[in-house]
């Protein structure tokens, strides 16, 4: 038991010995010296230093030096003198254990708690360009020009670095530059809280106390100024005399300053009294505490602070005032609210919005809106607002909905995305002013989801979709629409045979499945077509108010239905040597109705009656069948021109095609009715044609209509054209690229048909359109109709010819549209987004409260163009165009569309710009939304204004305001627009 007990406390005291060797502090150095010094005590390079300089890091198997008298060698473990004793050796007795050696009066199990000699709990790594001074007996390092210094997470640089190793502290300063007389090398501190630049450092990297002086630090969107700073080992800092502001300058435009301020890095910054300074101008502006949000990652929540407004009619208004919630990095929630206090005892209104933004990295992005809007009945509803194009009448709560979700594609998986803009047909009119929405007319909106299978050649899509005009308030929904279709396959690969270039090989099938349920507000006049008499029934059209109270009435105003195609193609061929491309196709089709019309004459009423067949009785089929066959080819026109002139050549190509389409008479089947009697043979359609037999379509109106009745023969035929020359390239001057293309004509197209199995009317209308671009500059779209029969009084179409008049023509014209769009850009020149400059002062986001960077609107406010402008005309003829009244410019009757378009803008200064867009028309002879805006860049400030001189909307919106978010409230607006009026 003795030889165990003393085994064991020899073991002890080894273990004792072992742990005090490896809990001794650690010190790392290395120089680096490229300039001499001439310091009485440096180490410069290629000259050994006057006092010995050891290694520092403790290493039992390395030789250490011996170090001077009176002082400890810091290479070797400085221990208690009881403990500096050679250590006992240890040799097993004869019986083979080992003796012990290390008895001790007290307990074995009360072991000497060794403490470490530093504190330092990782090797400090320091470096200077021109020299380091070390000093041995006071364990201070000195160094010099652009030193380093590193220990962990905490960086150092500065001109002058003093480093103590006995009492773990680091001093920094910079050095005046007598040449240029001003401060280099000033002191960079960086540690896990932040960066600071300061005039001086005194720092201790054992307890991660500091004291900096003349220090600048970002914090968030914010830079912090500050005499003198104490930092905390929380990485909390108090500041004196300090200076908050966006402005990144080391002189800023604005600051907040307060006598002291206190800095949660990261969270936010809270100071004592404070008071505005701008422009070196301190402000009578000011509270007794200040509190800043400082969030380093993501957005921080927060109160939305309102804007203060007033209106001739609305009177006094808070508006756009909320709270914000960040939950995280990837959600934000914003809700804010407006009030106006209204004249006299009237009450101005209130307005609500609430938006969702959210964002998953690598799966989707998205963003939700919706808003509400509570005005008087009577506070717009003049004629200037309302407008003669509006049907609708203006409310007192509208709403608006809008939703964006963009998912990022991965392979083989499916895509949902949605696109919504959704609301009150009248909310545009009052409750914006961008210039898209107050002029569209219609919006649509979109939610699918889409996916192609990875192992069959299938994909599907499952939509739902609205739409909506403003103007008229018809809605239509489509809940849902689902297509499915099947790739081209090839039945020699079904039966597994090699290809081997036969002819069968082309033999290919698809297939394609469309199915949708379309609900209208929109209930469409039900006839016969002409004069033929109706029993009930509406004669005229009109629209259900989409609510929940008149959800039975939209339900029952519901079509659906299901399409099936299939199409065959069979081998092509090529004749004539290969100049002319045959290619034959077979298409049938099917289209499936859960209800479907029934036709039945009265004789007492001597109309006819038409009652709808639902559920099973009314499921039925229709189906059509039909055979192509199309011949193409090419024809090249090419025209050389000798000598040294400009056109070196022209070319002309031509692709006519014709195409052959056949389909039987299917007025036999089951998806029409004819009517037999005798009592309709003194009655006629507006055609002049007998009613008697008629034939009926079961379904006419439906979603998909109906198959064609009659049998049709057509042959169609167009001719498409492009003329191009080649010209001298005036501007090579190497030789390199002598000629250029020039685009004479993108598109000169003719079509018509004609089908030899119509009773009448078997010529269609002639359609020709050209296209070109001219300069790359200008856009030339025109297009137009002819006919070639005759009208008469009524404008009812005669199956005879216009040749075979008195007068004769050949053709009329019955529609034409024209488009002109020219681009000024004198000064545009390619930039890659590359070149976009990142490092801007962060904007104030009006939506979201977040910053964003000016990058972002560089395709909205380009400071590299000096100018740029855009033209663009339109105009509409059309037979059926119904007179209008004079205009100042004379009497156009016969254009439904007659108007331009012109935007541009000019960049007076680096910083300035100005912008405006009006549209003019001809037709009302009226100027139609005309904006004049400006913008001017004030490094951290930022100018906006709009001005609207004349029509309804008229008015203006001013706005001064810092560009970070932090300070969005930080603004001054001045606006009179009909939002506020």
């Not at 502090?25 to 180490?43: I, K, M, V």
């Not at 909320?322 to 407006?338: E, F, H, K, Q």
């Not at 559920?615 to 192509?628: E, I, P, T």
Request: positive net charge.
């Amino acid at each position: 038991m003795g030889l165990f007990r003393g085994g064991r406390r020899a073991l002890t005291g080894t273990l004792c010995l072992v742990l005090w060797l490896l809990g001794s502090g650690l010190f790392g150095a290395q120089a680096q010296t490229t300039t001499d010094s001439t310091s009485t005590n440096p180490r410069r390079a290629g000259s050994a230093p006057t006092q010995p300089v050891r290694n520092l890091n403790f290493d039992r198997n390395a030789p250490q030096t011996p170090a001077p008298a009176g002082e400890v060698n810091p290479g070797q473990p400085s221990v208690p003198g009881t403990l500096r004793k050679a250590a006992p050796s240890i040799r097993p007795d004869s019986a083979g254990l080992l003796a012990d050696t290390s008895r001790r009066t007290r307990d074995s199990l009360n072991l000497v708690v060794l403490k470490r000699r530093s504190q330092v709990e990782t090797a400090v790594k320091y470096a200077a360009k021109d020299s380091i001074q070390f000093d041995v007996n006071s364990k201070i390092a000195k160094l010099y020009n652009k030193a380093t210094v590193d220990y962990g997470k905490m960086g150092l640089k500065a001109a002058l670095i003093t480093v103590n190793y006995g009492t773990n502290t680091v001093q920094a300063a910079g050095r005046r530059d007598t040449v240029k007389n001003k401060m280099e090398g000033t002191p960079v501190f960086r540690d896990e809280a932040g960066t600071y630049q300061a005039g001086a450092i005194n720092y201790n990297f054992k307890s991660k106390k500091g004291k900096i002086a003349e220090v600048v630090t970002q914090q968030g969107e914010g830079y912090i100024h500050a005499e003198v700073v104490k930092k905390l080992p929380d990485n909390e800092f108090y500041g004196l005399h300090g200076r908050y502001t966006t402005c990144n300058l080391a002189h800023p435009h604005f600051y907040i300053e307060a006598g002291k301020m206190k800095v949660v890095p990261g969270q936010k910054v809270i100071t004592g009294p404070f008071h505005m300074v701008i422009a070196d101008v301190p402000l009578p502006i000011g509270l007794p505490f200040g509190y800043f949000p400082t969030p380093h990652n993501g957005r921080g929540s927060g109160f939305i602070i309102p804007t203060f407004g007033q209106g001739a009619q609305r009177g006094y208004s808070l508006t756009n005032g909320g709270y914000y919630w960040a939950p995280n990095d990837y959600i934000g929630v914003r809700l804010t609210g407006d009030i106006y206090a209204g004249q006299g005892d009237g009450f101005g209104g209130y307005g609500l919005a609430s938006e969702v933004t959210y964002r998953k990295r690598y799966k989707y992005q998205g963003s939700f809106r919706f808003t509400f809007a509570q005005q008087s009945a009577n506070l717009y509803n003049t004629a200037g607002v309302v407008g003669t194009d509006y049907t609708s009448p203006l409310k007192t709560n509208t709403f608006w909905v809008s939703w964006s979700h963009t998912p990022t594609p991965l392979p083989g998986g499916g895509v949902f995305s949605a696109s919504v803009q959704a609301g009150s047909s009248s909310y545009n009119r009052v409750n914006t002013l961008n210039a898209r929405q107050l002029l569209s007319a219609t919006f649509s909106s979109t939610v699918s989801y889409s996916k192609t299978s990875r192992t069959l050649p299938i994909n599907y899509t499952i939509q739902l979709a609205q739409s909506q005009n403003v103007q008229t308030g018809v809605m239509d929904f489509t809940l849902p629409n689902f297509n499915l279709g099947v790739a081209r396959q090839y039945p020699y690969q079904w039966l597994g045979i090699q290809p081997s270039g036969k002819f069968y090989e082309q033999f290919a099938v698809s297939y394609n499945l469309v199915a949708q349920n379309r609900i209208s507000s929109l209930v469409p006049a039900r006839t016969l077509g002409g004069d033929i008499p109706l029993l009930g029934g509406n004669s005229t059209s009109y629209t259900i108010p989409v609510s929940f109270g008149n959800l039975g009435n939209l339900l029952r105003n519901a079509q659906n239905g299901a399409q099936h195609q299939f199409q065959i193609t069979l081998p092509s061929a090529a004749v004539l040597n290969r100049h002319i491309q045959i290619q034959p196709s077979v298409n049938y089709g099917e289209t499936w109705y859960a209800q479907r019309l029934n036709y039945e004459y009265k004789s007492a009423a001597r109309a006819i009656e038409i009652d709808t067949i639902t559920g099973l009785k009314g499921f039925s089929r229709a189906y059509s069948y039909s055979a192509n066959l199309a011949a193409t080819t090419n024809f090249y026109g090419l025209v050389q021109i000798k000598g040294d002139h400009y056109v070196k050549a022209i070319r002309h190509k031509v692709t006519p095609s014709l195409t052959y389409s056949f389909s039987p008479d299917l007025s036999n089947s089951s998806a029409f009715q004819t009517i037999q009697t005798s009592e309709f043979q003194d009655l006629r359609d507006a055609y002049g044609r007998f009613l008697d037999p008629r034939v009926f379509s079961r379904y006419q109106g439906f979603v998909y209509g109906t198959p064609t009745s009659s049998r049709v023969s057509q042959l169609g035929l167009s001719i498409q054209n492009s003329i191009e020359m080649k010209v001298r390239n005036s501007r090579d001057t190497t030789g390199t690229n002598p000629t250029k293309k020039v685009s004479l004509a993108d598109g000169i197209d003719v079509s018509l048909a004609y089908n030899f199995a119509a009773d009448s009317l078997r010529l269609s209308p002639l359609n020709l359109s050209y296209r070109v671009q001219v300069a790359k500059k200008l856009n030339v779209v025109f297009s137009s109709s002819f006919e070639f029969h005759q009208r008469d009084s009524t404008g009812r179409l005669l199956d005879r010819y216009l040749f075979n008049q008195s007068k004769i023509r050949l053709a009329r014209l019955v529609a034409a549209n024209l488009s002109l769009g020219y681009q000024f850009n004198p000064a545009a020149k390619p930039k890659s987004k590359a070149n976009i400059p990142r490092a801007v002062a962060p904007s104030n986001d009006p939506t979201l409260g977040s910053p964003l960077s000016q990058a972002m609107y560089a395709d909205y406010i380009d400071f590299d163009i000096p100018w740029e402008a855009s033209v663009q005309y339109t105009a509409s003829y059309t037979t059926a165009s119904a007179p209008i009244r004079p205009t100042l410019i004379g009497v156009t009757p016969l254009l439904s569309g007659n108007a331009v378009t012109a935007s541009g803008s000019v960049k007076l200064t680096p910083n300035l710009r100005l912008s405006t867009s009006l549209n003019f028309d001809f037709r009302a002879g009226t100027l139609v939304y005309p904006t004049v805006n400006f913008y001017r860049d004030l490094h951290c400030w930022q100018i906006s204004g709009l001005w609207i001189p004349v029509g309804p909307y008229r008015g203006y919106n001013f706005t001064i305001a810092a560009k970070s978010s932090l300070l969005q409230d930080l603004k001054l607006n001045r606006n009179k627009t009909i939002l506020n009026r």
